[in-house]
């Protein structure tokens, strides 16, 4: 399937497959554009949008039941894309607020946070999403699907609403005036409990990221 009939009419607008597509085609394109750099100024509340966006796609994923492929062994869809330059490009973007810190698993006791990247995160989801993708434009509906639900639950999905609440920890601290802690210079491939992570963060304020994120005009 080219990219010319991924939005054919003779597609009912209504099917499932057509539906979860649409809105990975979207983030994919989305983040594209966020990446560029031609707007910074929108780009935090712009990808809070996209991001919760595509987690409605995974939650409709993780609510429907298992899909199975047509074929036992999954197709070769080629090597994937680099997606290096984009990270790159997001970590400049998004360089005052990139690194945050996450656990991975809620229900594993006293599991100490780690600290991760909006950008790696991003790019991590959307190298998922590409993969389903190749299948969807090949033709391979079920095939699309099975991965793309496959890996919501396996990776993109947990990834995503990592982002998600990092992306939507610093709205809330601009809209709420409250000072925002940075990781500053914090590396990613270390791990850290919360005192270290007390140590390590820099108090920032908000005002001195808020208006170059598009958050709050400049006073």
């Known amino acids: 399937m080219s990219d010319a009939t991924l939005h054919a009419t003779a597609q009912d607008p209504d099917d499932f497959a057509v539906q979860i597509a649409d809105q990975v085609e979207s983030f994919l394109v989305a983040v594209m554009e966020v990446a560029k750099g031609d707007e910074p100024d929108s780009a935090v509340p712009f990808l809070l949008l996209e991001v919760s966006q595509i987690l409605l796609a995974g939650g409709r994923l993780g609510a429907h039941e298992d899909i199975v ?18 990270r790159e ?64 639950f396996s990776n993109w ?30 590396d990613t491939d270390q791990a850290i409990g919360d005192e270290t992570l007390e140590f390590e963060a820099g108090k920032v304020m908000v005002e001195e990221i808020a208006a170059p994120l598009g958050l709050r005009s400049p006073k």
């Open 157 to 186: 999905g947990s990834t995503a609403s990592a982002t998600l609440r990092a992306l939507q920890s610093v709205v809330a601290h601009v809209r709420l005036n409250q000072p925002l802690e940075e990781l500053d210079g914090l």
């Open 89 to 152: 490009n997001l970590a400049r973007l998004l360089d005052p607020i990139d690194v945050y810190s996450e656990v991975f698993d809620p229900y594993e006791p006293r599991k100490a946070p780690v600290p991760a990247r909006i950008s790696d995160d991003l790019t991590d989801v959307i190298t998922d999403l590409r993969h389903g993708m190749a299948h969807y434009r090949a033709g391979r509906t079920s095939e699309a699907l099975w991965w793309w639900q496959f890996s919501y």
């Open 69 to 86: 492929p047509d074929e036992r062994y999954e197709p070769d869809t080629g090597p994937d894309a680099d997606v290096d330059e984009l």
